[in-house]
């Protein structure tokens, strides 16, 4: 009998079923990856509760899971040659499988390729060979796959961190080009929110400031730890003044709103940046208008406004180096995983509907310890 890998598939929101599927054989192109984890995020709650449906991402049957690690376990001679991988490599592998022919992929913008595919979203369970997401063993490697050799010996939970850092490092360090001593504030801190604070420290912004909730103490604390100089709980007061006060008047340099659906970052962040400066919108807000939105206050103050999506090559490579030389410093965030089979409670104790001991920051699903 074939060897069979251990999968978690979303049938329909809030409902997963785990199966097994036959490993599949390969060609020359192609390859399998041995799942080692699969981090999760917000995109994993929203795509568990139904509420990305309406989004080009949407499909069902799926198995989840972008933020993908492991090892290569088998890997055909021409994939071998492209991806300068061979048997045994542990790699990390990016959520988008590009088509490489379109405007976007020609110009190397391969993210905002529209007819490529995508682990965990965007493929869905029934298109075989099926091993489509990061929650199972095992991974088929599609030839349009990208991949990046990660170090041996980082611990799992660390390692998985690849995926926000990467995220980090695009978001508040190369979309906005972020300098030795800028000003940066960062809006939410979330995992990626708390690893922009290590990715902007690493390019040398001067002051850096996170805001948070009243119920993001722990994840306040944290972003200290990280390196941030200050902290604003927003419920205590009017965030802008306080970046007023921090800044003795001069604003920042940098705002970037990495906040799940809340729309007044976006307005506050308007606020806090410095004419001339830069704000980056990276934190989806379920596609809602934006109240009080006044575009003069981008002209008269030369603002500009930068939305980013997802990660990039060089982002992912720089990311993967921050983790080799900060992994004790990362270690903090890293507080819950599950096997495959408890997917479910997972997406759930990230989406904090189900406290498991300390509050979640950074949860991943552990395939190696899957039995």
């Known amino acids: 009998m074939a060897e069979q890998a251990k999968v978690a598939v979303l049938t329909d929101p809030r409902v997963f079923e785990y199966r097994e599927v036959e490993i599949p054989d390969i060609g020359p192109d192609e390859g399998i990856l041995r799942v080692e984890a699969a981090g999760l995020c917000g995109t994993d709650w929203e795509q568990y509760l139904g509420h990305l449906d309406d989004t080009p991402w949407a499909v069902r049957p799926v198995i989840p899971g972008h933020e993908i690690l492991g090892w290569v376990e088998k890997v055909g001679s021409e994939a071998a040659k492209r991806w300068d991988v061979k048997e045994g490599d542990r790699v990390t592998v990016e959520a988008s499988i590009p088509c490489g022919q379109c405007f976007q992929c020609q110009v190397g913008r391969a993210v905002l390729c529209k007819n490529g595919m995508g682990y965990g979203l965007r493929v869905g369970f029934d298109n075989p060979p099926h091993l489509w997401g990061g929650y199972a063993t095992h991974m088929y490697l599609h030839p349009g796959a990208t991949l990046h050799k990660a170090p041996p010996d980082v611990p799992t939970d660390i390692m998985s961190l690849f995926n926000p850092m990467s995220n980090a490092v695009r978001w508040a360090v190369e979309r906005p080009e972020t300098g030795i001593g800028d000003t940066i504030v960062i809006e939410g801190p979330g995992q990626r929110g ?112 930068l939305g980013v999506l997802s990660s990039s090559w060089s982002a992912v490579e720089k990311s993967i180096d921050i983790i080799r030389r900060k992994g004790d410093l990362l270690k903090s965030l890293c507080t819950h995983h599950y096997p495959v089979d408890q997917a479910e409670k997972a997406v759930q104790v990230l989406g904090r509907e189900v406290i498991d001991g300390a509050e979640a920051v950074h949860v991943h699903i552990d395939a190696a310890a899957t039995t």
């Open 194 to 305: 708390l690893l922009a604070v290590v990715a902007a420290r690493e390019a040398g912004a001067g002051k850096i400031i996170v805001t948070g909730t009243k119920n993001d103490k722990l994840r306040l604390s944290l972003a200290r730890e990280l390196g941030a100089d200050e902290t604003i709980v927003v419920d205590d007061g009017d965030p802008v003044e306080r970046v007023i006060d921090v800044t003795d008047g001069k604003l920042a340099d940098i705002v970037v709103d990495v906040s799940a659906f809340a729309t007044e970052p976006i307005t506050q962040a308007i606020e806090m940046v410095r004419p001339g400066g830069k704000v980056v919108v990276a934190g989806l807000k379920s596609f809602k208008p934006i109240p009080n939105f006044i575009s003069d206050k981008l002209i008269t103050k030369e603002i500009a406004m």
